[in-house]
């Protein structure tokens, strides 16, 4: 069994977590009909929008008609999925809804939207460990075990969606970053020993000094996650101020600030896992089941609920 949030970088926002209704709208299926992954983006401007709760929200409000510009009518957001270029994960319609991604592909393959455009440079190693991590939990313990193939929304639809780049991470099978991440281990919150003690030394000669008497001491405790927060927040984000571990991405700025230095980094093994998925997937079944088709309009990002 696969643990999600062992597999996610970031945070899990299940639905009530960014305003939905906790019960997802959509046609009941069942979870083991589900042969793919289907890989979506959102278009626009991913590296300028720190706030992908509301992204994510709005996307829903544009799906659902609650925006009063959109034409669509849906009974739910129609992706499954989200993630964003931090590594979080939204949850959509989750597991147990047929979705509304793509005509004819509804039922039997899973959408899950990258929060932006699939370009180059514009898609983290974050956002692909998430992707990777989902996928792995879901077929292992989530109750997908047919889901062994991947395409990109181009495959089935007429549209440039997922965008170049994470189009062929896609259809490259994702394969797992190796600039970092390979083998390399990320402590979190309350662990002990020399890979801790290796990490601070890598923060404070980054510049982000720990506030404790004994800095290197291998314990990775508040004062170790203030500074990793703060590494974090100050090289991409701040929708998560605190997620208790340094991500890969961080650790790969981390490096890259040290030129280099200390890229073997140290390696060992991970502990037991366990077996906790998102909240908020179940409840009655909805009652459209409309074979909806998304077309991944430009969502207007910058519009604010009234
Ligand atoms: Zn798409």
Known sequence: MTDLNESVVGRIYDRTDWGAPATPGGAQRDPARVVGMTVHHTTGNTLGNDDTVRWWHNIWRWHTGRNPS????????????????FGNLFVGRGRYRQLAHARGYNT????????????QGHVTIDAKQTFVGLRNWLRDGGGMDNMSRLNGHRDIGSTACPGDHLYQWVSDGMPTPDTVGGGLMLPRQGDTGEVVEFWQRTL?????????????????????????????QSFSSNVTPSVGRITPWTAMRLLERLGGEGAEGPRGPRGPKGDRGPKGERGPAGTDGKDADLTDYAIPIVQRDP
């Open 108 to 119: 039997t393959w899973l959408g899950v939207a990258y929060l932006g455009s699939g370009i």
């Open 70 to 85: 959109s034409p669509l009518t849906w009974s739910d957001i129609g992706y499954a999925y989200g993630i964003d270029r």
């Open 204 to 232: 404070v000669r980054a510049g982000y000094p720990i506030d404790y008497s004994d800095p290197y001491d291998g314990n990775y405790g508040p004062a170790t996650e203030a500074a990793v927060t703060k590494a974090r």
